[in-house]
């Protein structure tokens, strides 16, 4: 069965700073994506990075980077010169070959991100 | 423009009672799906279409029942509210042939039962 971790709760980290958040997952699949989503306060789910299982360099979208460790089944995401606006919980998900019913994400708990002044 | 819709975004109802929630996306996808967000925050699958077809049906009692009229609309009806029923419900949708397969959500749907 597919799991998806996230160890830490809660973070604070200092604007203009970088931060890490956690991920790690397990999977007997050998075709597999990762995805990082952001839910502010405000409750809607924005879509933040994809990594796929079979992609060599690790994602990167502006200040967003996914440090994806393939044998370690890790898939941190790293923010960049945090923003006060980046405060908001961060959902790791992952999902099965992109095929019917393995389709599905699969969501950690979360981690809540405060960024501080 | 909106990419994912859904309405209404707050629904406050009796136990026992029958609602419904739409959803609606004009980014061109074949698949559609609902999520349901606890008071703890975690997410879990609940259903999803691919051209208009069921083919993702979690665990969930027999008196959520969704229904997709055509590839851009997907709702879901519920039956006989529970307290339990309470929760944020997520609609999202993809391509399936692209090999990402990025799902987009829609803003939510917080209902709560009295």
């Known amino acids: 069965a597919q799991k998806i971790t996230q160890t830490q709760p809660g973070m604070f980290v200092q604007e203009k700073e970088a931060v890490t958040l956690d991920c790690t997952y397990d999977?007997?699949?050998?075709?597999?994506?990762l995805f990082w989503y952001k839910q502010p306060s405000s409750g809607e789910m924005i879509f933040l990075i994809y990594?796929?299982?079979?992609?060599?360099q690790n994602a990167t979208e502006g200040r967003y980077s996914l440090n994806f460790q393939k044998a370690r089944k890790s898939a941190n995401l790293v923010i960049s010169a945090s923003q006060l606006g980046d405060s908001a919980m961060y959902f790791c998900?992952?999902?099965?070959?992109?095929?019917?019913?393995?389709?599905?994400?699969?969501f950690g708990t979360g981690t809540l991100l405060a960024v501080q002044p | 423009d909106t990419a994912v819709s859904q309405t209404p975004k707050y629904l406050v109802t009796q136990m026992g009672n029958d609602k419904s929630i739409k959803c609606e996306q004009n980014l061109g996808h074949d698949t559609m799906y609902w999520y349901k967000q606890d008071s703890k925050k975690f997410l879990k699958i609940m259903f999803s279409?691919?051209?208009?077809?069921?083919?993702i049906n979690e665990t969930v009692p027999n008196r959520f029942s969704p229904k997709s009229p055509d590839k851009a609309h997907l709702n879901l009806h519920i039956n006989s509210l529970e307290l339990g029923d309470s929760a944020v419900y997520f609609c999202?949708?993809?391509?399936?042939?692209?090999?990402?397969?990025?799902?987009?959500f829609g803003p939510g749907t917080r209902l709560t039962v009295l």
């Open positions: 999202a949708s993809s391509q399936l042939t692209v090999s990402t397969d990025t799902q987009y």
């Open positions: 990594q796929g299982s079979y992609d060599e």
């Open positions: 998900a992952m999902r099965g070959p992109a095929a019917g019913a393995t389709n599905k994400l699969i």
């Open positions: 999977t007997s699949d050998q075709s597999y994506g």
């Open positions: 279409y691919n051209n208009k077809e069921l083919i």
